[in-house]
């Protein structure tokens, strides 16, 4: 820990407080006011923790709130409040807050400095994502900055040329992220002391591990998938198609490249069918029902475990043998044969004759949709990916 925040208004306690942790060699950054804390936050300074003052500026604990939301925008790191009036901060719940009550303590002003110093180091201690959150921060920084002054080396004779190549007009910007990420990657394994930092984090876990079915249909949802926000369509995006009065018609992957998502020239969209496996099973013989693990080495579906969809988390498998064809609307005959623009979800689409609509419902993450598109092309798994399937 280097860096602290204090946001309090008594000046004599930020002085204490100040002094104190200046004298454990901790730099402070210190704020008596609310622009100064909002302005701390916003300009990215870093820090490691921050004391916060609960009746900061006001009688009331408004103010604080509203600080700890636009911290959750900016930083995940410790917050400890530091208070006459703990009993109102306890009885706050975390969506009061607005910020995780596993990483936010409160303690009373009679407590000394010295004290408060080893409560935030304890709870860094105690944190798991903390830790592993401090080795991150400072390595990502550190090896992202080495990346651009690699790609820097190249600038003047062909940096301009690589990407003009690989990203065409611009629009792949999926095979941009890929060589700047490629190299930081490259970067942040050859450092030796992050390395070494994260292995003795991971060695020192102590959490017992239990059969927890509903835990690990939860865990395997985050891993898996992430939930798309962007209007643009995505190789890999698990969606809904639905009619012109939102009545689902299907469920259904993005199979297109996203080489191809990316130009205008692409009128079609490839999906393949996905369906609720209790539904496939429904229509089989007892002795060709499938299962979620078997799914994994199946020749016609692909198992997607643990889809968080309105109605629970749902097991989903991809039907090979099902591919959907949607084409841009009338709009786009236009230009026939190309289409108007690039495909968004904010566009309307004709299947069979219909005009329908694409709603995503989540998108695979790397390196599982690689695993999927391995298996579509070839039937053969991948290598080399975190093993899931004992969690099923």
């Not at 080795?135 to 090896?143: G, I, T």
Request: with cysteine; aromatic share 8%; proline share 3%.
């Amino acid at each position: 820990m280097k860096r602290i925040l204090i946001i309090e208004d008594d000046e004599k306690t930020l002085t204490n407080l100040k002094t104190e942790f200046e004298n454990s060699a901790l730099e402070t950054i210190c704020c008596s006011d609310f622009n100064s804390a909002i302005n701390a936050i916003e300009n990215n300074i870093p820090f490691d923790s921050v004391i916060l003052d609960w009746y900061f500026t006001l009688e009331d604990s408004s103010v604080s709130c509203s600080i700890l939301k636009k911290l959750r925008e900016k930083s995940f790191i410790p917050v400890f409040v530091y208070t006459g009036h703990l009993q109102d901060f306890n009885n706050k719940t975390e969506e009061d807050l607005g910020y995780p009550k596993n990483i936010i303590s409160g303690t009373d002003k009679t407590i000394t400095a010295e004290e408060l110093k080893n409560e935030i180091e304890s709870l860094t201690n105690k944190n798991l994502t903390l830790k592993l959150a401090m080795n991150y921060r400072e390595k990502v920084h550190q090896n992202l900055e080495k990346v651009f002054f690699e790609l820097n080396d190249s600038e003047k004779s062909s940096l301009e040329k690589l990407f003009r190549i690989i990203t065409g007009n611009g629009e792949n910007v999926d095979w941009n992220n890929d060589i700047i990420l490629t190299l930081l990657h490259r970067h942040i394994i050859s450092d030796d002391d992050f390395t070494n930092n994260i292995r003795e984090t991971l060695k020192n876990l102590t959490a017992e591990v239990q059969n927890d079915t509903d835990f690990n249909r939860r865990l395997l949802n985050k891993i898996i998938y992430h939930q798309g926000k962007s209007d643009y369509i995505r190789n890999g995006d698990i969606v809904q198609i639905a009619d012109s009065s939102d009545m689902l018609m299907i469920l259904g992957i993005v199979i297109t490249p996203d080489c191809d998502l990316e130009q205008s020239k692409t009128r079609f969209i490839e999906l393949l069918e996905i369906a609720d496996i209790e539904e496939i099973n429904s229509k089989m013989e007892n002795n060709k029902k499938i299962n979620i693990k078997g799914c994994f080495n199946h020749g016609a579906f692909y198992s997607f475990p643990c889809v968080n969809l309105e109605n629970g988390l749902k097991d989903l498998v991809a039907v090979f043998r099902k591919k959907i064809i949607l084409e841009q609307s009338a709009d786009a005959f236009n230009n026939y044969p190309v289409s108007f623009s690039q495909p968004l979800y904010s566009h309307n689409y004709i299947l069979n004759n219909k005009e329908v609509r694409l709603k995503p419902l989540c998108s695979i993450v790397e390196p599982y949709k690689s695993e999927f598109l391995h298996k579509l092309h070839s039937n053969n798994s991948r290598v080399g990916i975190p093993d899931i399937k004992k969690l099923l």
